[in-house]
């Protein structure tokens, strides 16, 4: 059977991240083709390295443009895929609107989030769901969500949990003279990166044996460094852009940090608890069912400044832990095993009946 996974861009993300894992570990049972509705970057070429069979519509993929749904519709009656299997919102439009006019048999939509909807957005999504057979959430909190919103009915929402590319290195060494907190992400509102820094900013009030590091790339990247450079902390903060492969950087830190407003199943996240580090986390998507206080880290009341800064306290309190609780994070991260997520996927669409 052929599978074809759509994506809105693959370059660089979470989405991207699972779509180059998926490539890297592919399915022994069917046929995959991944295509995006716009452009590519990193993540396109390594999974082009990997040898998968990779498509760039180059379209503009935001809703709605007729230019990008003939360009799709014209790709997937080409390829005549027996299952269509769309992750994230444009991906999700486009993709079941074409499916409907050609007549795919097996069709899967994934929520790979919590979008702010207004009501025109809800009424759009609560059609476009209707249209797949079944829709995946990404996390407990995604299915709440889609439930709460009226969105989809609960018994056409499913489970099928990430893969983490895990670390299997943990003989690097960290220089302990400071505690080394690290930021893995879209340096984009919804992740929160500036509310981060002020909060950090509180801290080196009474903590100068302290340091952050930013990991990825977004369109706050430049308010962040222009706080860094105003308040004149560039000896304590840094911001390295994005990195294909983080995991050196990550190893060199002690604890990560996710502020997100809003989040899915942050794979992000996971990837750092795989290599030793506990988190300080907000109360949003998957990190309340990964964390647990005083374990492998810490959940704190919300995204506010204030509550993240307290989190911050709580890692440096604990700072003769940190190691304990990095092997309990590290623990849980390895039940995201990324060689048995293509298993999983198959599993799944074979029990929507497509075989």
Same mark, same amino acid.
């Given at each position: ?6 994506? =809105? ?44 069979? =990779? !498509? ?32 994230? #919102? ?77 670390? =299997? ?37 009474? !903590? ?34 994005? #990195? ?112």
């Amino acid at each position: 059977m052929k599978v074809v996974h759509l994506v =809105t861009a693959l370059n660089f993300g979470g989405l991207e991240r699972r779509m180059e894992i998926l490539s890297r570990y592919p399915s022994k049972q069917n046929e995959q083709v991944f295509c995006a509705l716009g452009g590519g970057g990193a993540t396109f070429e390594k999974m082009i390295s990997h040898g998968s069979d =990779t !498509h760039l519509l180059e379209c503009d993929p935001k809703i709605f443009r007729i230019k990008t749904f003939l360009r799709l519709r014209d790709f997937l009656k080409n390829q005549q895929p027996d299952i269509l299997h769309t992750h994230g #919102c444009e991906a999700n439009f486009y993709g079941h609107l074409a499916s409907l006019m050609l007549g795919i048999k097996v069709r899967v939509a994934e929520e790979i989030g919590i979008p702010s909807l207004t009501p025109l957005a809800r009424a759009m999504f609560s059609l476009m769901f209707n249209l797949p057979q079944a829709v995946i959430a990404m996390s407990p909190a995604v299915k709440d969500f889609l439930l709460e919103k009226n969105i989809v009915k609960s018994e056409k929402i499913k489970f099928v949990y990430n893969p983490v590319l895990l670390s =299997t290195n943990n003989e690097y060494t960290k220089d302990n003279d400071k505690v080394r907190f690290v930021f893995v992400g879209r340096l984009e509102e919804v992740k929160n990166p500036v509310g981060l820094l002020r909060a950090f900013h509180g801290l080196l009030s009474d !903590h100068l044996d302290v340091q952050l590091i930013y990991v990825g790339e977004g369109s706050q990247r430049k308010e962040i460094e222009d706080y860094i450079n105003l308040n004149n902390i560039n000896k304590y903060v840094s911001c390295v852009g994005f #990195c294909s492969s983080p995991e050196r950087i990550i190893h060199s830190c002690h604890v990560v940090v996710q502020p997100s407003h809003s989040e899915g199943f942050s794979l992000a996240l996971v990837e750092a608890m795989s290599c030793g580090l506990p988190a300080v986390v907000t109360p949003v998507g998957s990190a309340k069912l990964l964390i647990k206080n005083n374990i492998n880290g810490w959940v704190v009341g919300s995204s506010e400044d204030e509550a993240i800064l307290e989190g911050l306290k709580y890692a440096l309190d604990s700072r003769q832990k940190l190691e304990e609780m990095g092997a309990a994070a590290r623990e849980v991260a390895y039940h995201y095993d990324p060689k048995l997520y293509s298993i999983k996927l198959d599993d799944f669409y074979a029990g929507l009946g497509s075989y």
